[in-house]
C-alpha cells in the first residue's frame, strides 16, 4: 500500500513538472558589503553616502541631492524588472529616486517627493513626476521599509508598492527621458535621495 501511494505521488508531479514555469535568476546589484560596480555620485552638496554593519545602503541628507549610479557591466534597456527594499528616515522629501534605463533613454521614479507623498516618473512626453498621469500622493511612514517594483516592457512602465500596483503607464511611442539638470548624472542606473536620508537594501534585477 505505502509503495502504491508512493507511486502515485511521483506520478503527480511528474505531471505537474513539464507545466511549471523556469524559474527567474535574481541578478543582485547590490551586494551588502560595499560599493562594488557603484559610485558616488558628485552632486553638488551631496550627503555621505556609506554601506552600514546591516548591509544597507545608507544615503545621508545633503543639501539636495545624494546617491550612487552604477559602474558595472551593462544592464537590460527593456523587459526586466527592478526590486528593492528601501525607507526614510529622516528628512520630507523623495527617499527613493531610481533612475532606470528604458530603451535609448532613462527615467526616474521618484518616491516622496514633494513634501515626502508624491511618486511618478520624471519623465513622460517632458512632464515631471508631478505634472504627468503617473503622479499620485501615497503615505509613506518613517523608518518603515517598503518593497518596491518597477517593471519596464517594450511598451509600459509598472511600479508596485509592497505589492500594490501604483503606476501602470502606457509609454508606446511617447518621450520618456530624464528630466533636466543634476539628476541625469544618475544614469544608467542610479540612487539617491533629495535633502533626505534613505537607506536602501535588497537590490535586485529580473529578466522578463
Known sequence: MVSAFVLLISSCQSAI????????????????????????????????????????????????????????APLPVQNYEIHLQAKRTMGSDFFCGLTFPYKESHATLILGGWGGSLIGISSIDDFDASENETG???????????????????SEISV???????????????????????????????????ATTGVIREVFLKEI
Request: with cysteine.
Open 17 to 72: 513538472l513539464p507545466n511549471s514555469q523556469p524559474l527567474v535568476e535574481k541578478i543582485y546589484l547590490f551586494n551588502g558589503l560595499d560599493l562594488t560596480n557603484w559610485e558616488k555620485t558628485d552632486y553638488a552638496g551631496k550627503g555621505e553616502v556609506r554601506v552600514d554593519d546591516n548591509g544597507s545602503l545608507i544615503l545621508e541628507m545633503g543639501a539636495e541631492l545624494s546617491g550612487v549610479h552604477w559602474k558595472g
Open 136 to 154: 499620485d500622493a501615497y503615505i509613506f511612514e518613517d523608518n518603515q521599509w517598503y518593497d518596491i517594483r518597477l517593471r519596464a516592457t517594450d
Open 160 to 194: 508596485w508598492i509592497n505589492d500594490e500596483q501604483v503606476i501602470d503607464c502606457e509609454v508606446e511611442g511617447r518621450k520618456v527621458a530624464m528630466r533636466y539638470g543634476e539628476i541625469e548624472m544618475s544614469v544608467p542606473l542610479g540612487i539617491c535621495t533629495y
